[in-house]
């Protein structure tokens, strides 16, 4: 039977979040671009050093695309968040855009509380028995089992040293690698919250990106014109 304290650890960390960020931003800020710009330059490097061996040994290291494919997810997992927290979330907006500025903000609230909505079915559908749904389970409930059988990776081991001196098994345990799966749509239904309340407040008009070509053009504009 399923418990819940991954829940409460969840809630902990998005606590310890929110308190970070309000006395220090820029520390949070930083430590959020260098995680996905060491799990992406991981990946390059994996894949390159790989592509060597192969090619030019004959060689290689099997549990390679393994853990490339778990880099990646990692990346895309925790980088949703942070693409929300930043908008660099790809959107269309002209419809509402051309709607009177007070039901414009409702709706880009409404957009914030939907994709909020979305990481908590994912998180876990189990609430949606109070509305009547039929749906159960859930990214935590996956990963729980996971973590109650201590089931490994196929292919992805732990190096010789670490087994011999962690005592490890030699698996790579499946709730490891897929740790950042309740962890990434948890932060995703926080900072869907934070921007919610941010475009309530006044403090952000949607929840993605604003208008880049615009931008470009209106930054250019001058440049443009001097050469003229």
């Known amino acids: 039977m399923p418990t819940y304290w991954p829940f409460f650890a969840l809630l902990a960390l998005v606590v310890l979040i929110h308190l970070v960020e309000r006395m ?10 260098h995680i996905l710009a060491l799990l992406l330059a991981g990946m390059v490097l994996i894949s390159f050093a790989q592509v060597v061996a192969r090619y030019g040994f004959n060689s290689g ?6 853990l490339t ?16 927290k930043a908008g660099l979330h790809l959107g269309v907006d002209v419809i509402i855009r051309m709607l009177p500025r007070r039901l414009f903000r409702i709706c ?3 957009g914030a ?21 039929q749906a159960r389970g859930g990214a935590v409930f996956y990963w729980q089992r996971f973590f109650n059988t201590g089931l490994g990776m196929e292919m992805l081991r732990w ?4 087994v011999q001196t962690f005592a490890l098994d030699e698996r790579v345990p499946r709730w490891l690698a897929y740790l950042m799966l309740p962890i990434g749509l948890a932060l995703l239904a926080y900072r869907a919250l934070e921007a919610g309340w941010q475009i309530a407040t006044g403090h952000r008009e949607v929840i993605i ?5 615009e931008q470009l053009v209106a930054d250019n504009r001058n440049s443009v014109s001097d050469e003229d």
């Open 24 to 33: 220090r931003p820029g520390l949070l800020v930083m430590i959020e671009e």
């Open 61 to 66: 290291w099997t549990g390679a695309l393994d």
């Open 69 to 84: 494919r778990v880099m990646f997810a990692w990346l895309i997992l925790f980088g949703m968040s942070y693409g929300l």
């Open 108 to 110: 880009a609230v409404l």
């Open 113 to 133: 509380v939907a994709v909020f909505l979305y990481a908590a079915i994912l998180l876990s559908a189990d609430w949606l028995s109070v509305f009547g749904g």
């Open 159 to 162: 190096p010789d040293w670490m």
């Open 209 to 213: 990106a604003g208008h880049e070509a």
